[in-house]
Each structure stands twice: as structure tokens, then as C-alpha cells.
């Protein structure tokens, strides 16, 4: 491991503090309260991440016969949810955020936290390579007996020329406030003399890209901070806003039921925000964002003053490393088995974002693999035309030819149908019964666990549970097999909301039951009112919201 400065080099082992020079220790600082018991040496575990896994993981974990230490770059856990809230000053900041010290504080097991990064895991000496966040960025090495990675993931670009110089993010606390600042600073500059009307257009013209539920959460939320609170601070520049929502997909809110989708674009339209569906972002530069119709594949220009990208996530480089060690290369995603421990390993666990969305990216890629085998477009394969797309997938996907050898699933032409349409049964018959087993059980793991802060939290107290019971199961050797047998994680859906903005929201709760409407959004706030990490956030949050409804939003620039 190359390190900027050797002598800054530090080793974390068995809760205590090492520095060493070039690989020789120098000095040895261990915290007393840190420790193991005598004659009772505690396992170690690493938690990698304060999101909505790793902080889950940690409020659940009881058993004191372990030690663990916390590495991540931020020092509190963000309730996401609300970020959308953030960017328009709905709620402040620093009302959804608690920090990790005040959460961890537990009376019996042993948690130190360490603000930094962890930049390399190295699975075979088990060990994950840190470097300190703070200016120093002091590097150091933490051993593990345990590692539970909760690392989330980043935004995913696609590579699209001019995206990372140009557009904002909404994926961290910083990038709420940053989206804030700058739709004020549009605001401002447009009002300022001596601009030409089409400057004053283009400075008011907001684009978010992705009709996700983050995307169409965030225009809801702009076109009510500029309807309700900025028209009246800016009466001579009002007529100047537009909002626009490109999605490259048919509709907004795909995963959601289509009664839902389709209230959300008729409400989006009344509303006058600038919907365009079937229309991909090529490139974007300083002042403009390219489209290209999908249909038409007509490339036209919108000039914009700030843009806010939202089109999904992808993996992290050190997740991506770590694959690679692991035999997971040729994956796009870290691999998980139904215990949450990451496959081809013994002691290392994978959660959240970090472990799930790109499940649900294998799934996307095996129907567009099924798209592209059927040449003639014909919504059916040929025998010959399902082999070469089966060889396609088992090459960039080897659970999958794992899977075909169980031979245990049952609805593969469901799964086609659902991928490309009708599909005649005569047409597959070759391959059915394999093919049954291998995607059918990798569609269930895609559809049940989408990327959303609810399986990350489920995950973390599931995978907690399994760490209290972890002795237990030790000591008596029919504990584990009852245990796996009865105890493989399990995700509980519990529902899912679309704020839509004018104090509407869209829900779609378990049992596809849907409800849309006024009532829904008191709902909605009930329930993130519930959810809240603490007694402290959910009384700041409930204070903004009432503030907000007898003040209005803030739109100083501080
Ligand atoms: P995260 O919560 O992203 O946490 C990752 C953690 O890892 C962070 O603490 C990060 O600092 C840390 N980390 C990053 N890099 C490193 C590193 N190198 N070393 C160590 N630590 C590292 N889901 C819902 O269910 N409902 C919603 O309404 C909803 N709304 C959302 C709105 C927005 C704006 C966003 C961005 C997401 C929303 N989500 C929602 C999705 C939800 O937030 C994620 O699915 C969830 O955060 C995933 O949890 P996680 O713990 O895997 O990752």
C-alpha cells in the first residue's frame, strides 16, 4: 500500500492504535476503554458507512461480545427522504441529519467511530485501507474479523460528456444545499439590470434530469418554492421561470403503478412543468443540455440556468476494486447471498445501495440482452435466437449459469413476457426448464429489493439480528442450519410514497393498494414523522414544516 506520508500510517487492531514507519512500529497508543476484556478477546467488526445500512446495522446491534469500529467520511446519518425538502429550504439541513456518536452511544457494546474513507477493502489479509477526510488526510489500516460494507453508491452519469462540470446532484446533504444556493443565485442574477431577456430566460429555466422519484420529488418541490414563495419576492421576473422534467423513458415513475403515473403527468402538466418523456440528455455544457428524441433521434437544445442530475446510481470505484479481488469482475454488481454475505467470502457482509440497486441493473440488462436477440422484432425468439441471448447472459453473469444448474424456479415465460412482450412457448421450448430456474430466481432478487432507503434499513437490523445471535449459533451446532434455514433475509415491502407537490402526494402501499391525493400527503407526513432517527430531528422537522405553512420558505442567501 503506497502511502502519502509513512509516518502518518496508522494500524487499528483489536480496538487499539498503532503507527508505523515502512511497515516498523513506532509508537503504540491503545485506549484503555477500547480493550478487549482479558482472556476474552472480542471479535472485530467494521462497519463501512453511516447511511441508512450501516447506521441501521449499528442502532440494532445488542451483543457486547463485539468491537466495532465505524469508518466513513461523514460523521451523521442524513434521512434522505427529505433531501428533495432540503434543496427548497422545506426543511433545513440540519433537521435531517443526527449525528452517528449520538445514535451508536450504547451502554453495552463498543462502537468507535473514524471519519474517513475507506479507499481499499483487502479481503485476503482482512483489512480495509482508510484515509482521513479531514485536511491531513492522514492514511491508516483498520483490521477486521467482520466487515459489513454499507457503502451506498454514487451517481451515475453514463458517461454523458459535461454532466460531472455542469449539473448538480441530489444524493448528499452538501448537494441539497448546493441546489438551494444556486436556484436563490439564478433568482438574483436575473433580476439584476442590463440583462437581456433571452440571459433572463435561460437563468430561469430549471432542468431535472430523471422522472425518477427523486427527480419528479425534486421538480414538485421547485415549482412549489417558486409558485408559492418566489413569484411574490419576484414579481419582475416571474413570467421568466420554466421547469423542465427529462425523462428518456415513455413515462415518469416507472416502478410505480400506472394510475400513479399517469395522475403524476396530468398534474404536471396543469401545473406547467415542461414534461418531456422520450428525450435522453447527449451532452451538456456550461449553458446548454443536448436531448435526443428517442423516437425520432432528433437532437435539439434547451439554454439553462441550473440543472439538477438524477438518473439513478452506480457502483463505487472501491466497491468495483473489491469485486475484482473476489472473482467478481465480470459483475456489474457486488453479489450478495440471500445472508447478505458477499459471495466467494467468509466474513464479509454487503448491504444497501451498495449491494442491491445493481441487481436490479442485472435485470434491466437481461431484458434489453432479450431485446437485441430478437432481431426481427417479432416480440418471440427462435430456439437459436434464445441459446445466443442465454450465452450472452451466462457470459456476463455467472450466477446465472449457477442458477441453471439448481433447476428449482417456475415462471421464465412470465419473465420474458414482461421483458419483451409475448413470447410462444413452442419457440423456447429447448431451454425451458433450465432457464426457468436461472432468471426467475434472479428476477425475485431484482423486484424485491429495489434500491430505496427501506431495504438498506430492513437489511442493517436483519443483518444485526444475525450478529446478536451469531454465539448462540456457534455453541450449538444445529443453531446455524436452523438458522439458515429459517433465517435467509426476507424483504418486508411496506409501501412507497411520490410527493407531487400543492400538497399532494402519491402512495402505492402494499397489496398494489393506491391512493393519490390531499389526504395521502398528511399521510406522508405522518410517516416520515414516524420515521425519524431521533426525538431531536422529528421535532426540528415537524417545527419546519409548521413554520414553512405560516411563514413561507427562506430564500435569503446565506
Ligand atoms: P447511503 O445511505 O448512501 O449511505 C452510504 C454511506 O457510506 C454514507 O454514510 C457514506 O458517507 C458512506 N461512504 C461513502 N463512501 C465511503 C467510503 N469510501 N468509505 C466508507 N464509507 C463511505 N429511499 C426510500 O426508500 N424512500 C425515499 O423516499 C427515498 N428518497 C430518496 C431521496 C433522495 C434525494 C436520495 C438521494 C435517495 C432516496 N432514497 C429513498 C434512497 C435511499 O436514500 C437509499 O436507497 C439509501 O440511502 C441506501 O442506503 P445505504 O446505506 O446503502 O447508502
Not at 524 to 546: C, I
Request: aromatic share 8%.
Amino acid at each position: 500500500v503506497s502511502s502519502k506520508n509513512p509516518l502518518l500510517f496508522t494500524h487499528f487492531s483489536g480496538g487499539g492504535l498503532v503507527a508505523y514507519s515502512e511497515g516498523n512500529i513506532l509508537s503504540s497508543s491503545p485506549k484503555i476503554d477500547e480493550l478487549p476484556e482479558a482472556g476474552n478477546k472480542k471479535k472485530r467488526v467494521v462497519v463501512l458507512g453511516t447511511g441508512w445500512a450501516g447506521t441501521s446495522f449499528l442502532k440494532n446491534l445488542k451483543n457486547s461480545s463485539y468491537d466495532v469500529q465505524v469508518v466513513s467520511p461523514r460523521n451523521y446519518f442524513a434521512f434522505t427522504p427529505l433531501l428533495p425538502s432540503v434543496t427548497v429550504g422545506t426543511v433545513e439541513a440540519r433537521s435531517v441529519v443526527e449525528p452517528i456518536r449520538n445514535i451508536v452511544k450504547k451502554k453495552n457494546v463498543n462502537v468507535n467511530f473514524l471519519e474517513a474513507e475507506c479507499y481499499k477493502i483487502d479481503a485476503k489479509n482482512k483489512k480495509v485501507y482508510c484515509r482521513s477526510t479531514q485536511d491531513e488526510k492522514e492514511e491508516f489500516i483498520v483490521d477486521y474479523d467482520y466487515l459489513v460494507v454499507a457503502m451506498g453508491a454514487r451517481v451515475n452519469t453514463f458517461n454523458t460528456p459535461g454532466v460531472e462540470e455542469n449539473c448538480l446532484y441530489l444524493k448528499e446533504v452538501e448537494d441539497a444545499l448546493k441546489i438551494r444556493r444556486s436556484v436563490i443565485d439564478c433568482f438574483e442574477k436575473a433580476s439584476l439590470p442590463n440583462v437581456s431577456e433571452d440571459e433572463r430566460k435561460r437563468m430561469l429555466q430549471f432542468v431535472v434530469v430523471g422522472g425518477g422519484p427523486t427527480g419528479v420529488e425534486f421538480a414538485a418541490e421547485l415549482h412549489d418554492f417558486v409558485s408559492e414563495d418566489l413569484v411574490r419576492l419576484y414579481p419582475a421576473v416571474k413570467d421568466f421561470v420554466k421547469i423542465s422534467l427529462l425523462e428518456a423513458t415513455d413515462h415518469i415513475l416507472n416502478m410505480f403503478d400506472k394510475r400513479i403515473t399517469a395522475f403524476a403527468e396530468e398534474k404536471f402538466h396543469r401545473d406547467g412543468i415542461d414534461l418531456r418523456t422520450g428525450s435522453m440528455v447527449v451532452k451538456v455544457t456550461d449553458k446548454e443540455i443536448s436531448t435526443k428524441e428517442i423516437k425520432t433521434g432528433k437532437i435539439s437544445t434547451i439554454p439553462y440556468g441550473m440543472a439538477v442530475w438524477s438518473t439513478g446510481i452506480a457502483t463505487r470505484p472501491v466497491v468495483m476494486d473489491f469485486m475484482k479481488q473476489i472473482g467478481q469482475a465480470n459483475r456489474r454488481v457486488l453479489a450478495t447471498d440471500e445472508w447478505l454475505r458477499v459471495e466467494g467470502t467468509n466474513s464479509i457482509y454487503a448491504l444497501g445501495d451498495c449491494a442491491t440497486i445493481n441487481q436490479r441493473k442485472v435485470m434491466e440488462d437481461i431484458s434489453s440482452i432479450f431485446k437485441k436477440a430478437d432481431k426481427d422484432n417479432s416480440g418471440t425468439l427462435t430456439v437459436k435466437e434464445f441459446q445466443e441471448a442465454l450465452d450472452d447472459i451466462c457470459d456476463r453473469y455467472p450466477q446465472v449459469q449457477l442458477y441453471l444448474k439448481n433447476k428449482k424456479m417456475s415462471n421464465l415465460v412470465d419473465l420474458l413476457k414482461e421483458s419483451k412482450g409475448d413470447v410462444a412457448k413452442e419457440s423456447i421450448a429447448l431451454n425451458v426448464e433450465e432457464f426457468k430456474s436461472a432468471l426467475s430466481q434472479v428476477d425475485s432478487q431484482m423486484k424485491n429489493l429495489p434500491a430505496t432507503a427501506q431495504v438498506a434499513a430492513q437489511q442493517g437490523s436483519y443483518l444485526a439480528d444475525c450478529f446478536n445471535r451469531m454465539d448462540e449459533c456457534e455453541k450449538h451446532p444445529e443453531g446455524p442450519l436452523r438458522f439458515r434455514e429459517s433465517g435467509r433475509h426476507r424483504y418486508k415491502h411496506l409501501g412507497q410514497f411520490a410527493p407531487l407537490g400543492g400538497e399532494q402526494t402519491a402512495a402505492q402501499l402494499p397489496g398494489d393498494w393506491v391512493s393519490i391525493g390531499h389526504s395521502t400527503q398528511w399521510l406522508w407526513y405522518s410517516v416520515y414523522a414516524s420515521k425519524q432517527v431521533s426525538w431531536r430531528t422529528r421535532s426540528l422537522v415537524v417545527s419546519d414544516w409548521m413554520r414553512r405553512f405560516i411563514f413561507g420558505r427562506d430564500s435569503s442567501q446565506i
